[in-house]
Structure formats: structure tokens, C-alpha cells
T-cell receptor
Framework: NAGVTQTPKFQVLKTGQSMTLQCAQD?????MYWYRQDPGMGLRLIYY???????DKGEVPNGYNVSRLNKREFSLRLESAAPSQTSVYFC???????????FGPGTRLTVL | GQQLNQSPQSMFIQEGEDVSMNCTSS?????WLWYKQDPGEGPVLLIA?????ELTSNGRLTAQFGITRKDSFLNISASIPSDVGIYFC?????????????FGQGTILTVHP
């Protein structure tokens, strides 16, 4: 099992460019999450998907969109990147009842 | 939104020493989780706590779910160099927040050989 995989690992964008961060899990988990991690601020929830076909906003959703493509995949899109979106982005998945979220290795995004 | 206050922010210790860190909240949580993050990696779950007063161990790690449900602590005994990393607490409050975790700011642990 690969667990949770994320692509790309690193990305540099110019202000205004768009991109999609990909996440996939092979644990047959129902719930998936996107977080951003900034220095000294821990992890903050951007969007989550409690089950296939549903998505909901988290704490910091502005500037992002998500798609739960199927049970395995949950993508995060930046339509018009801004320097404030420079961060490390983590995807996580959870079976559903126990809050034991498993994290991917992260995508390090820099917006110039 | 909910906030978790994690302390200390950083610790510098000698190999073999014991370590203690804690998290407090102004709100009640139904679940407390402790994660460790190595440089360049995602957080990895260390211990999960589901019941007020629960004390759980995982090797040299021990964590407790506070009786008030507003705090939790993590102890590491006899630290070793590979304990280096960032430790995060996370809480889940249930109800409409089901599944959504609130994270502390992290404790950066440095272990000197």
C-alpha cells in the first residue's frame, strides 16, 4: 500500500497562474482533507470531503476549489495563485469514524 | 474558530532526558490526537485518545486525555536523536465538526547526542 500520495512534490508559480494539486489514497477511506501548513501556525483545513460526491469548506477555503473525482482521488485547484498561497499543502484521508487521519508527503508551493 | 494552544513552542534537550508537552483549549474536544512530523514529510499519527481521563502508551510515548476534555499532554521518556521533529496535538469536537481536526501550532524538539 502506498497510503496517501501527492503530486507534485514541489511547484513554483507566478502570481495569477493556475494549477491543480493531486491527491490519491489506496486505503479505501471515505473521508479526505486538504490542509495548508505555514510556519508557526500548525495545519489549517482548507476543504474536506466526508464521502464521495460531497465537499465542504474548512477554515481557510478562499482562493481554492476542490473536486472529489472518485473515492480514491481528491484534487485542490488554485485558479489564480497569489503570494499568500505560498505554503506546504497536505492531503489526508480517514476511514470515517475514528479521526485517525493519514497524511501524504506534502506539496511545497511557492508563488512569486 | 476553535484554537489549541500548544506549549512549549520549542525544546532543546540532551539525549536520555524525558520530554513533556501539552495542549489546552477553551472548548471541549471528544478526541485528542498526537502527530509527529519529520522534516520534509507529512505528519504521522503517534497516539489517539477517545475518552476523558484515558492514558495511552506507545513505546516510550505516553499521552493523556484531560478530565476536563480541554487539554492533553504527551510525554517522551529517555529521548533519542530520532525523536527530533515537530510534534502536533489535534482535537476533534464532534457534532457538526465531525471528522474535522483543529491542530496546535506544534512543538519543535531538538535532541543533542
Amino acid at each position: 500500500n502506498a497510503g496517501v500520495t501527492q503530486t507534485p512534490k514541489f511547484q513554483v508559480l507566478k502570481t495569477g497562474q493556475s494549477m491543480t494539486l493531486q491527491c490519491a489514497q489506496d486505503m479505501n477511506h471515505n473521508s479526505m482533507y486538504w490542509y495548508r501548513q505555514d510556519p508557526g501556525m500548525g495545519l489549517r483545513l482548507i476543504y474536506y470531503s466526508a464521502s464521495e460526491g460531497t465537499t465542504d469548506k474548512g477554515e481557510v477555503p478562499n482562493g481554492y476549489n476542490v473536486s472529489r473525482l472518485n473515492k480514491r482521488e481528491f484534487s485542490l485547484r488554485l485558479e489564480s495563485a497569489a503570494p499568500s498561497q505560498t505554503s506546504v499543502y497536505f492531503c489526508a484521508s480517514e476511514e470515517g469514524n475514528y479521526n485517525e487521519q493519514f497524511f501524504g508527503p506534502g506539496t511545497r508551493l511557492t508563488v512569486l | 474558530g476553535q484554537q489549541l494552544n500548544q506549549s512549549p513552542q520549542s525544546m532543546f534537550i540532551q539525549e536520555g532526558e524525558d520530554v513533556s508537552m501539552n495542549c489546552t483549549s477553551s472548548s471541549i474536544f471528544n478526541t485528542w490526537l498526537w502527530y509527529k512530523q519529520d522534516p520534509g514529510e507529512g505528519p504521522v499519527l503517534l497516539i489517539a485518545l477517545y475518552k476523558a481521563g484515558e492514558l495511552t502508551s506507545n513505546g516510550r510515548l505516553t499521552a493523556q486525555f484531560g478530565i476536563t476534555r480541554k487539554d492533553s499532554f504527551l510525554n517522551i521518556s529517555a529521548s533519542i536523536p530520532s525523536d527530533v521533529g515537530i510534534y502536533f496535538c489535534a482535537g476533534q469536537s464532534g457534532g457538526t465538526s465531525y471528522g474535522k481536526l483543529t491542530f496546535g501550532q506544534g512543538t519543535i524538539l531538538t535532541v543533542h547526542p
